[in-house]
């Protein structure tokens, strides 16, 4: 089984783009504290790479926003990056399941009379 769940809070405002095909898609990392912290007292963070398709990836655009808290389930899928002589591997989790755990923000803007 490949599955991977987490909680964390967006590192950016999450961007709609569209492939060639023209299958929507949009990119974010989410910012995930580790439990334990270091030996020298800190707290570590990872940065979880994903992707989202269709009708989820327009609606992660449409209401997320940079620090929102967020929970992420999907696959664990790798990608090779060819860069000139070298080649690395990248990971990232293929969004199947997604949900905002804090209160939606309210709009800053309102329209005047």
């Excluded at 783009?17 to 007292?41: M, N, Y």
């Excluded at 990872?46 to 620090?67: H, M, N, P, Q």
């Excluded at 929102?68 to 389930?73: D, E, K, N």
Aim: charged residues 25%.
């Amino acid at each position: 089984m490949n599955r991977w769940d987490g909680v964390g809070n967006l590192t950016r405002t999450p961007v709609l783009d569209e492939t060639p095909d023209g299958t929507l898609r949009t990119t974010f990392r989410v910012a995930i504290d580790r439990e334990h912290k270091s030996p020298d007292g800190q707290r570590k963070t990872d940065f979880i790479s994903c992707v989202a398709w269709g009708s989820l990836a327009t609606l992660i655009t449409t209401y997320g926003r940079k620090g929102r808290l967020v929970s992420v389930g999907g696959e664990l899928q790798s990608r090779t990056v060819v860069g000139g002589e070298h080649h690395s591997t990248a990971y990232e989790i293929r969004v199947e399941s997604f949900q905002f755990l804090d209160a939606r923000p309210r709009d800053t803007e309102r329209p005047t009379a």
